[in-house]
């Protein structure tokens, strides 16, 4: 018993010598082949293995697939390994990303935090709450999330009624358009009235034609999407369809298809809008705000 006791104690002590001359490469490494396999189990779902080596990234919400990952450099600092990387957002454009590793009872390493793999980090969302503020000293992937999930719906009604101002200030100048033997054809001049220059492909314009009731009778798409239409300028789109009714009136409708031009605009928000502000629209505490700042 004796002997099997000093045998016991001799493997302990070894295990414990062993782990204590791991080497701070050796840590790194370790740590490096962990965040390797995460990035294995993520591409392929296995959300087991996944919330196993990272226990906070169901916090993260919707992530970025790490196309053409690639580890640039790292560090450990009080065996905290922090692993600086790059990946492919879309194959195409470079991102940078941060994992930092401790480890666990066992001594093996599990993903603490990070930053860059929330799919809202680097958004028209995230710039904009980093804009107003709102991001100020935050540095997880887990703080990020959050602080955008919480502005998500104010940003989103943002975002849709700056839209539906930009379409409804889109208006018919002039036209020639006539109907006869069985065509109707011409020329339209559409007029942007707002501020912003709307993009190339970032519209659809229709042309519509009514009758004596104001009833919509004909609608064609006009091909003038190819072409920007000016802040506060004019476009000409032509008209040459096969129609066989009477009209009374002209008309046109643009629909916004593509937002990042408007996204885009809203990360720049007016120097006057602070993270109080935005909150107290996001909590409905508008009235609040007014009387504290006058």
Known sequence: MKKYKQKAIFFFALTILLFSCRSSKDRID?????????????????????????PGFSKIGKYWLLND???????????????????????????????VLKEDADKKYFIDKSKGLSAFFGSSLYKFAKAVGCLRGLETDQEIAAACKKREKFFSQLLEDYKENIESAVKLENHNVSSGYGFVSGDVTVKNNSAIEIPAFSYDLYIILYDNQHNEIFRTKSMSHV????????????????????????????????????????TNP???WDCEFVDAFVNGNMDEYIRKHN
């Open 30 to 54: 370790e740590a490096k082949q962990a965040v390797t396999s995460f990035i294995k189990d993520l591409e392929l779902e296995n959300y087991s293995s996944v919330n196993k080596m990272y």
């Open 227 to 266: 072409y920007p239409i000016p802040a506060n300028g004019s476009i000409n789109a032509m008209i040459n369809e096969t129609f066989n009714r009477g009209m009374s009136r002209i008309g046109v409708e643009i629909k916004l298809n593509d937002l990042s031009f408007l996204e885009n605009k809203l």
């Open 69 to 99: 990952f690639t580890i640039n450099d790292s560090k450990i600092e009080n065996d905290i390994v922090t692993i600086y990387a790059s990946y492919k957002k879309g194959g195409q454009i470079e991102e940078a990303i941060m994992f």
């Open 270 to 272: 007016p120097s006057d």
